[in-house]
């Protein structure tokens, strides 16, 4: 699987605090079954990590699970919040690009207010051929009340990644209800960890996959949308579900 959202890299945000944290994490994704893993530290007022600082920290840390044999790839990226993806330069723009992807951005939805004007950034990136990736909008209390809210962002051409633990009910009911609508709807596209540190949200999205009773469509939001953007290749197209009253993603 390929995990396209993580605060593995150390002391930057609110993620691991030491590199022994960071060897915890990755060795749970392994053993969870992640082959690559983007690191996406905050980029935001209260933890503005610089360029520099994350791609000599993914070298860091790849060098030393490589030492430790641990077979997990990390890529760069960052979680960037809508404040300051207005206010960075095309060329902090471009090195932050998901998963080292240039033409993607991560972009963390508010977690209480709702995100005016979105829909024309989410436009306007596109235009310059960069797609919104919105980071587990699902969390958000407008999503939560009306799920179809999500719909003009996609259709300004965004991508939604849903949080493992939302899909699989660890952060409650009203979050996995919220992610089984907007999967239900065509709406969600990757499923990613957000893991922090070892005892902040477990790293890996084998328990998400396994929950959506869909082998088909959870491979697809864990494996091949993610790897296609690692891969800078086309979004592949969703597996046809089952007709809308047989679909059952999830046991109630
Ligand atoms: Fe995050």
């Not at 000599?56 to 060098?63: D, G």
């Not at 404040?83 to 330069?89: A, E, G, K, Q």
Request: glycine share 8%.
């Amino acid at each position: 699987m390929v995990d396209l959202h993580s605060h593995i890299l150390p002391g930057v945000d609110d993620g691991s605090r030491s590199f022994e944290e960071s060897i915890e994490v990755a060795v749970a994704a392994v053993r969870d079954g992640t082959t690559i893993m983007a690191a996406t530290p905050h980029v935001r007022d209260d933890y503005p990590t610089d360029v520099e600082t994350m791609e000599r920290l993914v070298s860091e840390l790849n060098e030393i699970l490589r030492q430790r044999r641990i077979d997990l790839q990390i890529l760069g990226g960052a979680e960037i919040a809508i404040p300051s993806l207005l206010i960075l330069n095309d060329d902090e723009l471009h090195r932050l690009g998901l998963a080292g992807n240039p033409r993607y951005l991560l972009v963390e939805f508010p977690y209480l207010s709702w995100p005016f004007g979105l829909e024309n950034e989410i436009w306007n990136f596109g235009q310059r051929g960069i797609t919104i990736v919105l980071a587990h909008p699902e969390r958000n209390p407008h999503i939560q009340e009306d799920p179809t809210l999500i719909e003009p962002l996609v259709e300004a051409g965004a991508l939604v990644q849903l949080t493992a633990a939302s899909v699989d009910g660890r952060l409650g009911r009203v979050c996995r209800k919220t992610a089984r609508e907007l999967i239900g709807a065509g709406h969600a596209h990757v499923i990613a960890s957000d893991a922090h540190w070892p005892g902040l949200r477990r790293a890996g999205t084998s328990s998400a996959a396994a929950a959506l009773h869909n082998p088909e469509l959870a491979r697809w939001l864990t494996h091949d949308v993610p790897a296609a953007i690692v891969d800078d290749l086309p979004i592949p197209a969703r597996p046809r579900g089952r007709s809308r009253a047989r679909r059952r993603l999830f046991r109630i």
